[in-house]
């Protein structure tokens, strides 16, 4: 229908490891409670092997561990993306079956919202989609080749947004304010 695969956007690096820090800590909580268990404690042995046997025996909690947690960080992480082919992209909006096809015809403009990770794509029928990824240059040579107008401006707003140092800063900084203020007891009643 849209012709052979260009290019597939990916993840944005840093989501990726937010990702990952969740996983991680959802399985050391898996394995720390899995020593709390009856079942477990009556073996009376504590070690990593111990747990895997355990989890064998009872694989309920594992399952679920694997269909709650692991399945979709693999799934958001490395397998959903946009992808582009020769006569429009396919938009992936969270699950398989939610994805919408869009023709280049179909597309007004674009306008850059990161320089290098985030473009906004806006359609003849008012829907917008935003397109996260790490190289956002390829998103763009795709776009202009389908000769869809573009604006690389970014407005004062998203310089702001975009700057992550500045937004981090406020952001411990205005905890750094409330903290002092708090042990300085202005909030005390």
Wanted: charged share 20%; glycine share 6%.
């Amino acid at each position: 229908m849209l012709g052979k695969k260009l290019y597939k956007t990916s993840m944005v690096n840093i989501f990726r490891l937010g990702i990952f820090a969740i996983v991680v800590f959802f399985l050391n909580d898996f394995y720390l409670d899995t020593f709390t268990y009856e079942n477990f404690q009556a073996g009376g042995r504590f070690k990593i092997l111990d747990v895997f046997n355990y989890h064998y025996r009872y694989p309920a909690e594992l399952i679920t561990f694997f269909c709650l947690i692991l399945i979709p960080a693999i799934y958001y992480s490395f397998i959903r993306g946009v992808k582009f082919c020769e006569k429009g992209f396919i938009y992936n909006r969270g699950l398989p079956f939610f994805n919408k096809a869009v023709l280049y015809s179909d597309i007004k403009t674009y306008k850059l919202l990161h320089p290098n990770k985030a473009i906004s794509i806006h359609s003849k029928s008012g829907d917008v989609f935003v397109i996260a990824d790490n190289t956002a240059e390829r998103v763009i040579a795709i776009l202009d080749q389908h000769h869809i107008q573009g604006d690389l401006a970014q407005d004062d707003y998203v310089r702001l947004i975009s700057n992550y140092r500045k937004f981090l800063l406020m952001v411990i900084g205005f905890t750094l304010f409330v903290f002092v203020l708090k042990k300085i007891g202005l909030f005390n009643n």
